[in-house]
Nanobody, 127 residues
Framework: QVQLVESGGGLVEAGGSLTLSCAASGRTFNIYGWFRQAPGKEREFVAA???????YYADSVKGRFTISRDAAKNTVYLQMNSLKPEDTAVYYCTAGATARTFYSREYCVRPNSYDYWGQGTQVTVSS
């Protein structure tokens, strides 16, 4: 059975850091992503990493967040630095199984490019 389990969320002051983890079980995937959803807002793309380690970021987090993966552990990480109150949201890990020659940014930012989602972890940044 496929599962994605996030951990690492919490409360942090503005300017602080957090690292989210997403442990996948049941199979490996071709792309992994992080999305987030703030109250009253739509779910939005944060970052993605492909099996060949291409990475993509939302403009709002570029330079502050880093996505990485440990293939041996089948785990994906999101290192978040210089956090801002506007980063407050539930963060979701997601994974896609579709095999493609190349995963474009346009493909990776779409929620429907992914097949499995975690339960979400809350990140709250206080001002």
């Amino acid at each position: 059975q496929v599962q994605l389990v996030e951990s690492g969320g919490g409360l942090v002051e503005a300017g602080g850091s957090l690292t989210l983890s997403c442990a996948a079980s049941g199979r490996t995937f071709n792309i992994y992503g992080w999305f987030r959803q703030a109250p009253g807002k739509e779910r939005e793309f944060v970052a993605a990493i492909t099996w060949s380690s291409f990475t993509y970021y939302a403009d709002s987090v570029k330079g502050r967040f880093t996505i990485s993966r440990d293939a041996a552990k089948n785990t994906v990480y999101l290192q978040m630095n210089s956090l801002k109150p506007e980063d407050t949201a539930v963060y979701y890990c997601t994974a896609g199984a579709t095999a493609r020659t190349f995963y474009s940014r346009e493909y990776c930012v779409r929620p429907n490019s992914y097949d499995y989602w975690g339960q979400g972890t809350q990140v709250t940044v206080s001002s």
